[in-house]
T-cell receptor, first 114, second 115 residues
Framework: QQQVKQSPQSLIVQKGGISIINCAYE??????FPWYQQFPGKGPALLIA?????SEKKEGRFTISFNKSAKQFSLHIMDSQPGDSATYFC?????????????FGRGTQLTVWP | DAGVTQSPTHLIKTRGQQVTLRCSPI?????VSWYQQVLGQGPQFIFQ???????GRGNFPDRFSARQFPNYSSELNVNALLLGDSALYLC??????????????FGQGTRLTVV
């Protein structure tokens, strides 16, 4: 069973536009939600993360919106650039568990056209 | 500062062979996790080690094993390789301390191809 569901599977955005990727989870024990960016042939790079005690976190052009009651969170990339073209993964973690296991979504392949 | 380093970067093995992948965590990080990423999918958890002890494993067969050394580096071993083991194997390290204890940093991965 997929613990974290991610959509869309692929996304095409024009340069300067807003890219939005959505994720949903069921396990209410999750209390840490990172986003990773992965370029072909590379490992995932931590982009931004949020804890459920806040509804939004912004770092530069990247913003996470978090809706605890709906158990959903999303990544917004403002002023999208061709260099943002990559695969994005949302993930979830139960910080109270000693296991430290990240549950990943299936990924969203973002293409930003110049 | 060096990030998470993995070796080798690429590997081709024949079915039935055994493989060992290596990982050095970020300096000061005591936790190492291994993930398998099949093409087009998100990483799947294989193992986590903390202070040289296995904390848990994901839904992988006993052909997969790992260990962590006193310097916190780690090895992942896979025996009796199958074609389906072809994937990118990722190592992640975490500090497990302080306000940044949840942040996991990944290496570039080892691309394993089984033929």
């Amino acid at each position: 069973q997929q613990q974290v569901k991610q959509s869309p599977q692929s996304l095409i955005v024009q340069k300067g536009g807003i890219s939005i990727i959505n994720c949903a989870y069921e396990n209410t024990a999750f209390d840490y939600f990172p986003w990773y960016q992965q370029f072909p042939g590379k490992g995932p790079a931590l982009l931004i993360a949020i804890r459920p005690d806040v509804s939004e976190k912004k770092e530069g052009r990247f913003t996470i919106s978090f809706n605890k009651s709906a158990k959903q969170f999303s990544l917004h990339i403002m002023d999208s650039q061709p260099g943002d073209s990559a695969t994005y993964f949302c993930a979830a973690l139960d910080r109270g568990s000693t296991l430290g296991r990240l549950y990943f979504g299936r990924g969203t392949q973002l293409t930003v056209w110049p | 500062d060096a990030g998470v380093t993995q070796s080798p970067t690429h590997l081709i093995k024949t079915r039935g062979q055994q493989v060992t992948l290596r990982c050095s965590p970020i300096s000061g990080h005591k936790s190492v996790s291994w993930y398998q990423q099949v093409l087009g999918q998100g990483p799947q958890f294989i193992f986590q080690y903390y202070e040289k002890e296995e904390r848990g494993r994901g839904n992988f067969p006993d052909r997969f094993s790992a260990r962590q050394f006193p310097n916190y580096s780690s090895e992942l071993n896979v025996n009796a390789l199958l074609l389906g083991d072809s994937a990118l194997y990722l190592c992640a390290s975490r500090t497990e301390q302080g306000r940044h204890r949840a942040e996991a940093f990944f290496g570039q991965g080892t691309r394993l191809t089984v033929v």
